[in-house]
C-alpha cells in the first residue's frame, strides 16, 4: 500500500460518522447493508450518509453495488487488511513475540486486557 492511500484510509476513519458507518458495515459482512437501512440504524441524515459514504468509497474502504434501485454498501476488508499490514509491517523491531497480544485480537481470542472498545 502506497502512503498516500493509507493517508486517505486513515483520514476517511478520523471522523466519528464514518469510523461507525464502517464498523458497522463491518459487523453486517458480505450481505452489506442499505444507505436507507444504515441510516436508520446511526441516526444519520441521508444527505449527510450520502456524503460520508462518497468518503469511504473514495477511500476504498466501502464498496457499493447497485441491484436495481437499490445500492448495497459492503466494507472493503481487503483494503483494511492492506492498512492494517502497512502500518504494522516491520512492527516490534524483530521481536515479534511482542506482538502477540495483537494477533490473538485479531484472532479473536480472549485476552487478559479486556476488549479493544
Known amino acids: 500500500m502506497e502512503k498516500e492511500v493509507a493517508l486517505d484510509a486513515l483520514a476517511a ?5 464514518r ?12 450481505e452489506g447493508m442499505t444507505a436507507g ?3 436508520e440504524a446511526l441516526g ?8 460520508h459514504l462518497g468518503v469511504l468509497s473514495r477511500s476504498g474502504l466501502v464498496q457499493a453495488s447497485r441491484d436495481g434501485r437499490s445500492i ?8 483494511m487488511q492492506l492498512l492494517v499490514t502497512y502500518l504494522l509491517q516491520d512492527c516490534c523491531g524483530g521481536n515479534p513475540e511482542l506482538c502477540a497480544p495483537l ?3 485479531i484472532a479473536c481470542e480472549p485476552s487478559s486486557s479486556g476488549s479493544p472498545d
Open 103 to 105: 494477533l490473538n485480537i
Open 19 to 30: 469510523l461507525d458507518v464502517f464498523r458497522l458495515l463491518v459487523k453486517a459482512g458480505q
Open 37 to 39: 437501512s444504515i441510516s
Open 44 to 51: 444519520v441524515l441521508p444527505n449527510t450518509l450520502s456524503t
Open 13 to 17: 476513519l478520523g471522523q466519528e460518522t
Open 72 to 79: 448495497t454498501y459492503r466494507a472493503e476488508l481487503t483494503c
